[in-house]
Every structure is written in structure tokens, then in C-alpha cells.
């Protein structure tokens, strides 16, 4: 009994060793973990589009100049039915070099914003935007992207990429200044080039019914015209009023000879104000204005007051619907064109000119729009007879050409197998709105 006692005793005594030593480990394990450890947090995505943007330029600029200078031609021209296999290997080869630059535009492009951070000020004095030529160049390489996937058979992905190259040109679209927006015009061009043959390719319909679906939900807001030409309005009235603020003792002398495009010498600032005096009298600013202080701020002044009198009235012409708004932008050019001095913003604020440069994209708009349309229309009989056929796609009411009102052009090819959607070149005043057109054939009749 006694040795049986001192058993269980003993077993007893090490059970609660045990137990303790357990728990001495569970303690210090739970100090080590519970003990706070310094670290550096995870970096969250910039929700600033313009910010993957330039890391995607920057990752361009690195590729070889020979391979993306295929970047300079139009979509349309890089990729044809009568593109060789050596041409298609070499854009296969930029598409891979320029990998890094596509993921990070199309994690821009998902942004909902993108502000290239323009310094207004700096702007006063140069008027050079080096991202613009980029953008055009990275849309183009991101459709491009978008072709090679639609060539594996992998058309949802080919769609949401040809959407991305729409938000980039959208961004553009949406920033401070007219050279900004026409660089967006462009992009968005590009990616209306590739979605229209996408549609019309795409053997899964129901894919194609949702893409028209989607941009017909952001098709409103794509450009905005009047606001981008009341911004560039202000953005001349700075300009204008910091050249003012340069005189006589600040940089007015650079600032003027810039905006005639003329050479900066390398010479003494006596020196760079004869250059920059002697340039402005031959665009028809007289000596005098350069005489004093009170002489540079009046005529100035008088400029100032001309300029904001015309950007208001031409951004007056652009809520007008074509071919009005072309009309009203010629006559607001009439007006004034006597009073402007010619430097390198005059040939860009044409009034007319931005009005038909809108309104072809709108023509444009509306041919890949009606080319959705029709695409998701196409049965086992091919593609219908007439545009009757998908007006209740647009409300019962058929996109008309933006030129004129006139109806579109459709007509059924091979035997409907393919279609043609196209508008109509048209003269409106002295500009001359150009012929567009969109023709889809069986991949074996190309």
C-alpha cells in the first residue's frame, strides 16, 4: 500500500512538471508572438491613373527605337489582312519587350482619374506636353496587345483590353488643355478602330451584345469639347497676364520668343530682348508696346480682352450641333483674325477647326457603335438587310452622320456575310469633314 502510495505520488509530481514546463513553453511562445515587430506597410496601388502612365512611358522609352517605331503609323496601317508573317514576328517581339509598359498603362487605365500634375505656372512658360505623342503611342501598343490576344481566340480579354485603351483616351480627353484632348481624340480612335473588328469577328454574340452595352454607359462623356476649350480659354488668360507680370524685368523676352517658335540665342538678356522685340514686330506687334511699362500693359490689355471675347464666343459655337458649330466657329474667326497675333496657339485655336475635329468623332463614334450593332444582330442568315433591323439597339432611332443628319450608309456584302457602314465626305463652309468608313468581310474572302 505504501510503495503503491508512493507511485502515484511520484507519477503525480511529474505530471505536474510536466504540465508546468508546458505551460513555462506556451508563455514564452505566446511572449514571441505577441511581441511587436517594427515593419514598413504594404504600398497600396496609386489611384492616380496619370502615375502608372508615366512609369508605362518610361518603360517604353527603354524598348528599342527601331521596334516601337512602328508606334508612328495608324492602327489601321500596322496591322492589315496583307501584313506578312516576318512583320507579325517583329510586332510580337515588341509586344514582349514592351510587356512592363503594357501592365502598367492598363493599371492606369483602371483608375478612375488620371492628373498629369500640369504646373499652370510652368506652362506660362513652355508650352510643351511630352507625355501627349506617349499616350497616342502607348494606346496604340496596348491595342496592339489587345489584336494578339483576339488572335488566340481569347475575345473577352480582347475586349476588356480595347475598353482599357478607351479609358486611357477618355483620361486624355479630360484634362486641362486643347493639345491634350486632340491626343485623346486620337487614342479614342484607336480603340474604336479595334472594338468595331472585334465586334464583327467575335463568334460569341451575347459578348458582343454587352461591349455594346457598356460603351453605350460611358459614351456620354467621353469628350467634352466646351469645357476643355473654356479651360484652355483661362490657361490663355494666365499666360497672358504672367507675360505681363515678366515685363520688363522678368522672362518675357524667352516667353515671347517661344510662342513664335522662334531660336532662343545664346546671349546676354540685352541681347535676348532685341531677339525677342525684333520677332514680335514681324507678327505685326508694334515697336511701341515695347517702349515702357504703361505701353506693354495697354496693348497687352487690349490682346487679353480680344482673346477672351473670342474663346468665349467659340466655346459658345461648340453646344451648337454640326455642321452649326463649324459655321459659328468661322464666323467667330472672321471676327477676330485681324486682331490675333499669329504665334504657335493660333494655328491650334481655330475655332472651326476644333469644331469639325469633334464632330468627326462623333462620326466616328457612331459607325463603331452601328458596326456593334449589326455585329450582334448576325444570325445563321448572316447579317440583316437593313438598319431597321437593330433600331431598337438605339431606341427606335438609328444613329444618323454628325456631319449633316443624314442617314448612314449600309450596305450587305457577300451574300451577308459581310457589311459596309460608312458617312459621307461633306464640305461645311471651308472645312472639308472626310469620308469614313467601315467594311467587314469573311476572314477567307480578305
Known sequence: ???????????????????????????????????????????????????????????????????????????????????????????????????????????????????????????????????????????????????????????????????????????????????EAFAGVEMLETAYFALGYWAAD??????????????????????QPTRTLQSEANIIKMRLETLEGAFPDGPWAEMVLEAFKADIPMAGPAELRKAAIKVAVEHGVPKGAFKNKEAFLEYMDGKLSVYLDMANESALCLTHASPDSILCGEAVTKKYQDELIETQNTSVWKPASIASLFVVHEAELAIMRTCMAVSAAQSADGYPA?????????????PTSPYDGSALDYEVLEDGKGFSISVSAVKVGSVELPAINFVHVPRESK
Not at 386 to 398: I, R
Open 202 to 223: 467575335c463568334p460569341d454574340k451575347q459578348l458582343v451584345e454587352d461591349a455594346f452595352d457598356m460603351l453605350a454607359a460611358s459614351a456620354h462623356d467621353l469628350v
Open 386 to 398: 437593313s438598319l431597321d433591323a437593330v433600331a431598337g439597339k438605339f431606341g427606335g432611332q438609328l
Open 1 to 179: 500500500m505504501h510503495s503503491t502510495c508512493n507511485h502515484y505520488t511520484t507519477q503525480r509530481r511529474l505530471a505536474n512538471l510536466a504540465l508546468a514546463l508546458l505551460l513555462t513553453c506556451v508563455t514564452c511562445c505566446g511572449s514571441a508572438i505577441a511581441r511587436e515587430r517594427l515593419s514598413l506597410p504594404m504600398p497600396r496601388t496609386a489611384i492616380n491613373g496619370a502615375i502608372h502612365y508615366q512609369r508605362a512611358i518610361l518603360f517604353l522609352s527603354a524598348v528599342d527605337p527601331e521596334k516601337r517605331a512602328v508606334l508612328q503609323k495608324p492602327i489601321w496601317e500596322i496591322v492589315t489582312p496583307n501584313t506578312s508573317k516576318e512583320e507579325l514576328a517583329e510586332l510580337n517581339e515588341l509586344l514582349i519587350e514592351s510587356r512592363h509598359a503594357i501592365r502598367s498603362a492598363l493599371v492606369g487605365a483602371n483608375q478612375s482619374v488620371a492628373d498629369f500634375g500640369l504646373d499652370i505656372r510652368q506652362y506660362m512658360v513652355s508650352a510643351l506636353l511630352p507625355h501627349n505623342q506617349s499616350m497616342v503611342d502607348m494606346a496604340k501598343l496596348v491595342t496592339l496587345h489587345g489584336m494578339h490576344r483576339e488572335s488566340e481566340g481569347r475575345w473577352k480579354e480582347a475586349a476588356e483590353i480595347y475598353f482599357a485603351t478607351l479609358r486611357m483616351g477618355r483620361h486624355m480627353t479630360h484634362q486641362t488643355t486643347l493639345a
